[in-house]
């Protein structure tokens, strides 16, 4: 079986500004609100138990959406960027069970991956699971060099005590191989007065097994972290048209890269005229 192999390399005040108007591109929105740097976003709004909200809002309409709530955000901003790379790796079982569960929607299902911010070569691997209530609940620890295709011994062990202690007791980690790698731009909006944030993901691209690159051009992935009530994101969302999707980065990607693979609860969202731009 081929395998994959991560391409990358290698932080709360609200002050005035002006509006920014209807017809400015999204860039020029993000870089007009003011900055919030890691460590503030990290203690006021990281959401690592949060209920997320996912939107696939075409690229144009961004500067709308982010206007809509443009006296209430703050950007964040490492080392005057606004904007930085993604690159995941995703692991799943012989039989994908993450990918199955996940599509059924079940109780215990699942997600691991790896994580590398490719403008400052951090790393991570990360363990998703469900919480009380519809929330996802990640855990993750820092990898103290870049991943290659294969979990080492303490990667595995961690990812088999993270799924244990959230009851999901029968995966032999030992089994998990890499399946999909998706890399993209995120910039990232937090409203600090209610401990809730956004990301935006633009410049999606899917590799799956064979390595033959997905681009979604045009397209953004919008999610909202927060608890159970909607955020302002949201609500400017919903007046623009837009509704929450039943969206994976894994599960549709998985699904767009391996023809023999049903599509499961991402069916509809894959035949979203949006999508049908990717290839």
């Known amino acids: ?132 209530r519809g929330t996802t609940v990640k855990t993750r620890t820092e990898l103290t060099r870049l991943p290659g295709p294969e979990l080492n011994e303490g990667s595995l062990a961690f990812v088999d005590s993270t799924l244990r202690a959230h009851g999901v007791t029968d995966v032999s980690v030992e089994g998990l191989c890499p399946v999909l790698e998706v890399d993209y731009r995120r910039s990232t909006l937090a409203f600090l007065s209610v401990g809730a944030r956004a990301t935006v993901d633009t410049d999606l691209c899917w590799r799956g097994l064979d390595g ?33 999707a039943r969206l994976s980065k894994y599960g549709a990607g998985l699904a767009v890269t391996d023809a023999s693979l049903p599509h499961l609860k991402w069916h509809r969202i894959l035949t979203d005229p949006l999508l049908a731009v990717a290839g």
């Open 212 to 244: 033959r690159p997905v681009r979604l051009p045009g397209v953004a992935i919008l999610e909202t972290k927060a608890g159970s009530t909607p955020t302002g994101v949201d609500r400017a969302l919903w007046r623009l048209g837009h509704r929450p």
């Open 1 to 132: 079986m081929t395998v994959l192999a991560l391409r990358g390399s290698g932080p709360a005040a609200y002050p005035s500004r002006p509006h920014s108007g209807p017809d400015r591109p999204y860039a020029a929105v993000l870089a007009d609100l003011p900055a919030v740097g890691l460590d503030v976003l990290a203690e006021h709004a990281e959401r690592m138990t949060r209920v997320d909200r996912k939107y696939l809002v075409p690229e144009s309409a961004l500067d709308r959406v982010i206007d809509a709530v443009c006296e209430d955000a703050v950007a964040l901003d490492i080392d005057d960027r606004r904007t930085f790379g993604y690159v995941s790796t995703y692991y799943d079982t012989a039989d994908r069970r993450s990918y199955h569960d996940g599509g059924r929607s079940r109780r215990r299902r699942f997600k691991v991956r790896t994580r590398c911010y490719v403008d400052s070569g951090l790393a991570f691997l990360e363990v998703k699971t469900r919480g009380p």
